[in-house]
């Protein structure tokens, strides 16, 4: 029981004190964070900010100039073939023999590592429910089929972590909706640690257990999706009768930049302990409140708030 504990806690990836530095230029900085099997991680950052650089390192694509990379334990620096064995990756719109069906796809790849059985083509089929299609041609296939028949090629081999990069990309609602439950599943059902790259914030906030942001480099932080969410500033949108007047009010008398909605509603950028006193302020002010109503927030404007406004790459 004790070795199955320790697995369990065992990272599938850790990242140690890793930096890259190309001539003069720190490209990564000490980047150090550890992703679990079972959960799907999101990484974003800024454009520029170096993630695509982090993934290809992870991938052994690109070599670290400092620190190392732990897949399941070993070394990509001293041990890459048991490293990259346990990882499969989808780098935006998986490759395939169009003229072939999917299932033909999965065979052919299949020939290339040792060891894959037939029946372990039928369990990857079933995994991403493409058993009704599987033996048509891939020219036939939606996109989103395609994105699944890529997740399947990558699973082939078993590895314990799988790296998405764009998943959705091109994908329509029902696709992405879709391609959100199925990694959900998988990472539960397989305890498989799911590593998505995206620019489609509003996605990742419902597709992620945990994000890890890094901007210019460095590590912002790595913290569960609602925790992240849930520092730093909040909003509320309170409905007065006069909203221009409570607009320059709680400007003029508490220094807070609402912003003015339309007649009667402005929504004012506060921390939860001082609405009391944003309400008290318009009160004493003789304006009429009807409604204080606090203001939900996305990942995208936390994500904003704490890289100064810089776009997702």
Do not use: W
Request: proline letters at 3%.
């Amino acid at each position: 029981m004790a070795n199955n504990a320790e697995a369990a806690a065992q990272p599938a990836v850790r990242l140690e004190h890793v930096s890259k530095k190309i001539g003069r230029k720190t490209i990564i900085d000490d980047l150090s964070f550890d992703i679990y099997g079972g959960e799907v991680f999101g990484f974003l950052g800024p454009n520029g900010a170096g993630k695509t650089t982090t993934i290809r390192m992870i991938v052994g694509l690109m070599r670290m100039t400092q620190g190392n990379i732990y897949i399941q334990g070993h070394s990509i620096k001293g041990d890459f073939k048991q490293a990259i064995r346990q990882v499969g990756a989808i780098v935006e719109n998986p490759e395939m023999y169009k003229f072939l069906t999917g299932y033909q796809n999965l065979i052919h790849y299949a020939r290339m590592i040792p060891g894959i059985s037939k029946e372990r083509i039928l369990e990857v089929i079933k995994l991403v429910e493409l058993q009704g299609r599987i033996h048509e041609k891939v020219k036939h296939y939606s996109l989103g089929m395609r994105q699944r028949l890529g997740v399947a090629q990558a699973l082939l081999h078993h590895p314990s972590v799988l790296i998405l990069d764009e998943p959705t990309n091109g994908l329509d609602p029902q696709g992405i909706h879709d391609l959100r439950n199925y990694l959900h599943n998988l990472s539960r059902e397989e305890h498989v640690a799911i590593i998505v790259s995206s620019h489609l914030l509003s996605e990742m906030q419902l597709m992620c257990d945990r994000i890890g942001i890094i901007q210019k480099g460095k590590l912002i932080g790595v913290e569960t999706v609602n925790d992240f969410i849930e520092k730093g500033s909040s909003k509320v949108r309170i409905q007065v009768d006069d909203g221009r007047l409570a607009a320059q009010t709680v400007k003029d008398k508490l220094a807070i930049d609402a912003v003015f909605i339309d007649d009667t509603t402005l929504e004012v950028p506060v921390e939860h302990e001082k609405i009391p006193v944003v309400v008290d302020t318009l009160v004493v002010s003789k304006i009429k409140i009807y409604s204080v109503i606090a203001v939900a927030k996305s990942l995208e404007d936390r994500f904003l708030e704490v890289t100064g406004g810089k776009s997702v790459e």
